[in-house]
């Protein structure tokens, strides 16, 4: 039999779930070929895999890599880092937020704003067709799949007015929402305690599942609260899903600061309940205890209605900081208040491109008052400035990769400066740190989470699976080494233990240095 690759001599964890078995891994036309152990047969590259796992290309379900291969070689680093973990498809399009769809009017408008959550002078696409076609002509070493984000059809149609949206663009967005789903968005997307998302109503967001729901793809939220009201948030979320007939995916859960602390115990058990009942409910879980977004996202949402531009007026007007000096203490009905939940001593800043010295530095270590340092980096900054939230708790984390419905999303946010290191660490921590040293999971059941349930939940087919003619997206790694190396000080470290990673029948990463080869493409339900 001639091949274009074999891999001889390695364990095979399928994507199922079931035990590891002896097999070589055949590749033929960027499809699997499985065989016997040592059998016959020849291929124009052969991998040795003796002592190593043979596993699906990992499948991160949440990421924030939208525009990481569109913003030109100075980003290469950063896009780069999810395939040397082993992630052969990510998708994006999380938390509400995406590069499309949008009326081309609000596109200018736009830009500004993404620019603050992509890191770059990155474009907005009227369809998910044009978001495709850009990436085609940007080569990239794994793939890339989208959900529609409900803050971007917001922003695409209503603006970023604090406001409800009338009914005709409601239409207006469900019928921009189904023609990205019909040109293959992988499902919709919220978060809602991210403006312009948290302005909409649940009404209008079962408006908008329900389009998803017709053609199969789930609901994804960031819940409107993680923190204090996450079991309202969740109850919401359920709510949704119920009137919509939408599948229901509850993305990186967790319940965060002080006040929710433990309170997973009550949520996990709320879902299995509901699955038990016959409810089609998924999570997925990043293996860190802090956070990670952008630093607007600690004032309260009116200060960011009307988009970047009128935050930063409200930001040079002392007035309105005290405003929002009162409104951190006092507290918003119906906002998730990360630093009344934590306070300033745990926000501490990621990435600020032009004043990088005060990376991995809290806010409240900045001087004076924390409102204000916060104020003058953002208009120092433009608006661009990620931060790190210290805010979980290590039991919570632990219960949510355990449970039997979670698979695992990086949330990698890939933006220059100190990004969260999950952004390059997640899938290798998982298997070293909770697999390997505390026995959390079998590695054959992380290997799933990683995997077969991830390309199930958002409809990839022929992926996440060794077997006869899937998709030749393969990672080897070695169970006893494998550990993260990235770190909040280095965070684009790659791992430990990966031997090779193979996207559509080509080795894209070897011994952790990419190839030459960019196989990678957009990939669709």
């Not at 209008?204 to 017709?214: K, N």
Request: net charge negative; charged share 20%.
């Amino acid at each position: 039999m001639n091949l274009d690759l074999l891999i001889r001599g390695g364990q095979v964890a399928d994507g199922t779930g079931t035990p590891l078995r002896p097999a070589d891994v055949g590749v033929r036309e960027g499809r699997v070929v499985l065989l016997p152990p040592t059998g016959e047969a020849a291929a124009r590259e052969v991998l040795d895999a003796a002592g190593l796992v043979v596993a699906p290309g990992f499948i991160d379900v949440h990421t924030h890599s939208d525009a990481a291969t569109l913003l030109g070689p100075e980003a290469w680093e950063l896009a780069a880092a999810p395939v040397r973990m082993g992630v052969t498809v990510e998708i994006s399009g999380n938390c509400g937020s995406g590069l499309f769809p949008a009326l081309p009017e609000r596109i200018p408008e736009m830009r500004a704003s993404s620019r603050v959550g992509f890191g770059g002078n990155v474009p907005v696409f009227e369809d998910f067709e044009g978001f495709a076609a850009a990436h085609a002509d940007a080569p990239r070493s794994n793939h890339l799949a989208s959900l529609v984000g409900h803050g971007t059809l917001r922003a695409g149609v209503v603006g970023y007015a604090d406001r409800a949206a009338t009914p005709y663009e409601l239409d207006v967005m469900c019928d921009l929402l189904d023609r990205a789903l019909a040109q293959g968005a992988a499902g919709l997307s919220t978060g809602l305690i991210y403006t312009p998302g948290t302005y909409g109503g649940t009404d209008e967001v079962v408006a908008l599942a329900r389009v998803a729901a017709r053609y199969g793809r789930p609901y994804v939220t960031h819940l409107r609260d993680e923190m204090a009201r996450v079991e309202e948030a969740l109850e919401e979320a359920v709510r949704i899903a119920r009137r919509s007939g939408a599948a229901l995916h509850v993305s990186h859960h967790k319940t965060a600061g002080k006040y929710a602390w433990g309170r997973t115990e009550r949520t996990l058990a709320y879902l299995s309940e509901l699955r038990a009942g016959g409810m089609d409910v998924t999570c997925d879980v990043y293996p860190y205890t802090e956070a990670s977004t952008s630093l607007s996202a600690m004032l309260p949402p009116w200060a960011n209605d009307g988009g970047t531009g009128a935050l930063l007026e409200r930001l040079r007007n002392p007035a309105q900081r005290e405003r929002m000096r009162r409104a951190i203490a006092e507290g918003v009905p119906g906002w998730e208040n990360t630093v009344g939940n934590g306070g300033w001593d745990r926000i501490s800043v990621a990435c600020a491109v032009r004043n990088p010295e005060v990376e991995g530095r809290t806010i409240a270590s900045l001087g004076g008052d924390p409102v204000d340092a916060a104020a003058e980096l953002l208009l120092a900054e433009e608006g661009e400035v990620t931060i790190i939230s210290h805010s979980m708790r290590e039991d919570d984390v632990r219960r949510v990769l355990a449970c039997d419905f979670s698979m695992i999303g990086s949330d990698g946010v890939p933006k220059p400066g100190h990004p969260h290191p999950r952004l390059a660490g997640t899938f290798p921590r998982v298997l070293g740190r909770y697999v390997r040293e505390q026995g959390l999971l079998s590695l054959e059941t992380a290997v799933a989470k990683m995997t077969g349930m991830a390309a199930a939940r958002f409809g990839l087919r022929d992926r996440g699976a060794v077997r006869d003619g899937a998709h030749a997206d393969l990672v080897l790694f070695d169970p006893a080494t494998v550990a993260d190396g990235a770190t909040y000080q280095d965070p684009l470290q790659p791992p430990d233990g990966l031997s090779a990673v193979v996207v559509a029948g080509q080795v894209a990463v070897r011994d952790g240095d990419l190839t030459a080869a960019r196989p990678g493409g957009v990939v669709t339900p």
